[in-house]
């Protein structure tokens, strides 16, 4: 078959497909365009509801002569071989309106600069990473880097954004109304941790992410990353041999995004 034979029959084969079936032909082709076979890990399957995972051998059988991938995806924008806290936002960060935002509201009220860089980086976790349990993970990302109190309270800000204190001007988001529900209740680790948190050296701190964390997302307003480079760089242990080759207890975290594809 000829290569306008061959479109046309492909046209042909794709306009039969279902959606989802359309989209993993694509990434079969997309797959073949690679020099190197990029593989999901099964906690990207199990987000598409399937508790699955593509074994070595078959993999090679189905791109024969092909090795996996055991570095950089060719797919993503390339990182700096010694990569800073502001690459992993301008390469990886999915988006970063809503940290710019809620850091630029801190610093306009006039907070310390630990406060300022706690809302900066509350939600790093969920545009980078994982959603459930962002706090946890964002916490555990940074805290090699940050001052405890900066890496608590992101920890903790996970279970105080659904409980509220007038007192300190948060009540419970309207957004989570829209979003959750109005039956939501928080599960009991939740509550737990709440319960933790207000007995906390850091709670303020925490309380004052929940205070600035924008749940009016303005997709106009715009705040440049380089507001917050000084305070980045005052707060902000950047590791010289770059986020991820630092060998810290949350090294692999960064590399895992930086090389999410890798195949071990
Ligand atoms: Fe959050
Ligand atoms: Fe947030």
Redesign the pocket.
Known sequence: MGPQAAAKNDDKITSQMTLSERADHLEEQMMHDLERVVTKSVLANLMDGRVEMSGGAALQSKYPGKYFNMGEDPRLPKMPDKPTLLDYFKCRFASTNHLLQSGALALKAGHSEKVVLACLL??IA?VSFIRCD??YW?AQMIAPYVDEEVSEAIRM??AL?FFPDESMGYKYPDMYLKYFGPDYKPEPYIVEEYKRARDSKYYETSRL?CVN?VYAFDPNAQVNLEAFEDIIGRNFKQPKEGLGWDNSPSAHMWRTIMWPTRFL
């Open positions: 509350h939600d969920v962002h706090g964002g800000h996970q954004r992410i964390d």
